[in-house]
């Protein structure tokens, strides 16, 4: 996939009426992500880009370039992780607020906002015990997915507490029956799905239970170990990484995968890379989605 480099320089103002500012191209994300009708000009080619007769701010043009290969889609997995420099995504101590900056808070926020679920690990869900909403952004709040195979998270989170959007519980087979019931929300569902040897999920049976369940379009959110699950399954279609100018020297490291022995069976993923304040976003295509 080519690369394209936009100056930040020549732009016209975003109060000109003719020209597309970041909430138009916001609002046209959502309603193609929606597939329903939406006044801001823009449409998108044969081949998949967005194209306008309009002047563009950049700021704009780079949502577009980023969002638009996931709001033109009807179904997708894309993981999402926060790291430094040297890779680390918490300290040792487990301490990760905030490695990256607003700006890419508020991208996390959107790929919220064009997914039909996010996916969190149980300890993800216990650590930071996150609402996994849109809140810095407009839009609708996805289904919350919490992977549990053991059922260890605490009945005291707000994802099964709150109401703000419904709430999967997936745990293993060998769960009690009691700890699947320690929640009677009607937002609350419990689901399950066998292990495999290593006492996880299968990442293919955990987005296969969501496409039946209507979710076709899947963020993986964290933590470093249930991304690189499933990475290293070959169920994501594109990884974005965010990585912070900023130097731990030591802690917790984002992809965690089998250990390979040449560079030969390395990934090479086609990248592309945007700004988000401090931040650069390295957008990598993991599998071929164009068909």
């Known amino acids: 996939m080519m690369k394209r480099i936009f100056k930040r320089g020549g732009v016209m103002p975003e109060s000109h009426v003719n020209t597309i500012a970041l909430a138009d191209a916001w609002n046209w ?23 306008t007769a309009k002047a563009v701010t950049a700021e704009a043009r780079e949502l577009l370039d980023c ?3 996931l709001a033109s889609r009807a179904a997708w997995v894309v993981a999402q992780l926060g790291q ?59 289904t919350r997915v919490v992977l549990d195979p053991r059922g260890r998270i605490p009945n005291d989170l707000a994802l099964l507490n709150t109401d703000s959007a419904p709430t999967l519980h997936i745990v293993g ?33 955990v987005v296969t239970l969501l496409a039946k369940k209507g979710l076709p379009r899947v963020l993986i959110e964290g ?18 990484l965010l990585v912070a100018p900023l130097l731990i020297g030591s802690g917790r490291p984002g992809l965690q995968m089998t250990p390979i022995e040449t560079l030969e069976s390395a990934l090479r993923p086609p ?15 993991l599998r071929d989605t164009t068909a």
């Open 84 to 142: 430094s420099m040297d890779g680390r995504i918490a300290t040792e101590s487990g301490h990760s607020h905030y490695i990256n900056g607003h700006e890419s808070l508020v991208h996390l926020h959107r790929l919220r906002a064009l997914v039909d679920a996010v996916v969190v690990g149980a300890g993800t869900a216990s650590a930071d015990n996150p609402q996994l909403t849109v809140r810095h952004v407009s839009g609708t709040n996805p």
């Open 29 to 51: 994300l959502l309603a193609l992500r929606h597939r329903r009708s939406c006044d801001v000009a823009i449409n998108v080619s044969p081949t998949g880009e967005w194209q």
């Open 271 to 285: 990248a592309r890379t945007f700004r988000c304040g401090d931040d650069t976003l390295f957008d990598l295509r």
């Open 67 to 69: 969002l638009t290969p």
């Open 173 to 205: 087979s060998d769960v009690r029956s009691e700890l699947q019931a320690t929640t009677s929300l009607a937002h609350v569902e419990r689901c399950v799905l066998p292990l495999n040897a290593s006492g996880q999920f299968a990442p293919h049976g």
């Open 223 to 240: 933590g470093g170990i249930t991304v690189s699950q499933f990475i290293e399954a070959g169920t994501v279609d594109r990884l974005h």
